[in-house]
């Protein structure tokens, strides 16, 4: 069987893997590695943190793709990738109220088997967060899971090419049809063609521009992610090894690429200064921004005919949504998820 993916983000990368791994002879063809919202993601896996703004679909789609995550993580050697410890809700004094009233919408729409938040007490939380201990309320939200986003999307795509997968770096796909991928001025017969552009799909999808700080600072020792009720929107920081920190994310509806702005930077800055003052003494590693694929209703799609599937629109929720609709697209190819 020979399949041809347009696009080389998480999607197309997972795609490639899983038909490599089956079989099947893969061409994925990606204008640049480098650029898109992958790289940038922070690898939250968190059905119960996104549940309280993201439709119930995200949610369901992340409680199915967890697993796969265990089995694929292994697959690669890469169990260690994954951290599966909760994630911490916590707001400073004056939003306790929005806190509590977040963590109570989250419990009502959790997908079936998820574990509901849980209220720490501040002795409850020391054992947990030591570095949170002052802050002055928090939940767990002990389904949730993280990932090293870019740990595992360069082992994604290293698998592929061990598995025989043909990667076709620098070439845009112009157009994407049954059976068909046009590249570079050159077309490409197949039986099964993907479109995973994320934007490059065009239609509906719109870009929504997101920005992250990775950080490192050793004088802070948090080991679970932490999502900052804030007034504008939420913050969030995940821990990665060795001190290093990221902080995000903006959501801003632009297709802008450039550079951080000044107020991005300062809101996220201060958001984790405010969450722990020991930042005060970190080094700022990197900034970067990304633009999001996004549907109206900010949910993903596959879609399928003879011939033909699209994943796109997959918005904040590539990571922690993805691996279900590849294992569903695998499954329409024939092959083994």
Same mark, same amino acid.
């Given at each position: 069987?020979?399949?041809?993916?347009?696009?080389?983000?998480?999607?197309?990368?997972?795609?490639?893997?899983?038909? $490599?791994? $089956?079989?099947?002879?893969?061409? !994925?063809?990606? @204008?640049?590695?480098? &650029?898109?919202?992958?790289?940038?993601?922070?690898?939250?896996?968190?059905?119960?943190?996104?549940?309280?703004?993201?439709?119930?679909?995200?949610?369901?789609?992340?409680?199915?793709?967890? %697993?796969?995550?265990?089995?694929?993580?292994?697959?690669?050697?890469?169990?260690?990738?994954? *951290?599966?410890?909760?994630?911490? +809700?916590?707001? +400073?004094?004056?939003?306790?109220?929005?806190?509590?009233?977040?963590?109570?919408?989250?419990?009502?729409?959790?997908?079936?088997?998820?574990?509901?938040?849980?209220?720490?007490?501040?002795?409850?939380?020391?054992?947990?967060?030591?570095?949170?201990?002052?802050?002055?309320?928090?939940?767990?939200?002990?389904?949730?899971?993280?990932?090293?986003?870019?740990?595992? /999307?360069?082992?994604?795509?290293?698998?592929?090419?061990?598995? =025989?997968?043909?990667?076709?770096?620098?070439?845009?796909?112009? &157009?994407?049809?049954?059976?068909?991928? !046009?590249? =570079?001025?050159? *077309?490409?017969?197949?039986?099964?063609?993907?479109?995973?552009?994320?934007? $490059?799909?065009?239609?509906?999808?719109?870009?929504?521009?997101?920005?992250?700080?990775? /950080?490192?600072?050793?004088?802070?020792?948090?080991?679970?992610?932490?999502?900052?009720?804030?007034?504008?929107?939420?913050?969030?920081?995940?821990?990665?090894?060795?001190?290093?920190?990221?902080? =995000?994310?903006?959501?801003?509806?632009?297709?802008? &690429?450039?550079?951080?702005?000044?107020?991005?930077?300062?809101?996220?800055?201060?958001?984790?200064? *405010?969450?722990?003052?020991?930042?005060?003494?970190?080094?700022?590693?990197?900034?970067? &921004? $990304? @633009?999001? %694929?996004?549907? %109206?209703?900010?949910?993903?799609?596959?879609?399928?005919?003879?011939?033909?599937?699209?994943?796109?629109?997959?918005?904040?929720?590539?990571?922690?949504?993805?691996?279900?609709?590849?294992?569903?697209?695998?499954?329409?190819?024939?092959?083994?998820?």
């Amino acid at each position: 069987m020979k399949i041809g993916i347009a696009g080389g983000g998480v999607i197309g990368s997972m795609l490639a893997w899983r038909a $490599g791994r $089956g079989g099947a002879q893969v061409d !994925v063809f990606e @204008r640049n590695c480098a &650029t898109g919202c992958s790289p940038v993601a922070a690898g939250m896996l968190a059905v119960a943190g996104e549940a309280a703004r993201a439709e119930l679909a995200i949610g369901e789609l992340g409680s199915r793709s967890l %697993p796969l995550w265990r089995q694929w993580l292994a697959e690669l050697g890469l169990a260690d990738a994954l *951290s599966e410890r909760g994630t911490i +809700l916590v707001a +400073l004094g004056r939003d306790r109220p929005e806190l509590d009233r977040i963590a109570h919408r989250i419990a009502n729409r959790l997908p079936a088997g998820v574990e509901p938040p849980r209220r720490l007490d501040a002795s409850e939380l020391a054992e947990l967060e030591p570095d949170l201990a002052h802050l002055p309320a928090a939940w767990l939200l002990p389904g949730d899971a993280h990932l090293d986003a870019e740990r595992v /999307l360069g082992a994604l795509r290293e698998a592929s090419r061990q598995s =025989g997968v043909a990667w076709h770096e620098g070439e845009a796909v112009e &157009t994407v049809e049954p059976g068909r991928l !046009v590249a =570079g001025g050159r *077309s490409y017969a197949c039986d099964w063609s993907c479109d995973c552009r994320g934007l $490059g799909a065009g239609g509906r999808l719109r870009p929504v521009r997101g920005e992250i700080i990775h /950080l490192h600072c050793d004088a802070v020792s948090i080991s679970r992610p932490v999502r900052l009720v804030h007034p504008r929107q939420p913050v969030y920081i995940v821990p990665r090894a060795q001190g290093r920190y990221l902080v =995000g994310a903006t959501e801003i509806e632009s297709a802008d &690429t450039s550079e951080m702005s000044l107020r991005s930077a300062l809101e996220l800055l201060t958001a984790a200064y *405010s969450l722990q003052p020991a930042f005060a003494e970190a080094r700022i590693v990197a900034m970067r &921004t $990304g @633009r999001r %694929p996004a549907y %109206p209703d900010n949910v993903p799609r596959l879609a399928a005919q003879k011939g033909l599937i699209s994943i796109n629109g997959m918005y904040r929720h590539g990571y922690m949504a993805g691996p279900a609709l590849v294992a569903e697209a695998a499954g329409m190819m024939g092959l083994a998820s």
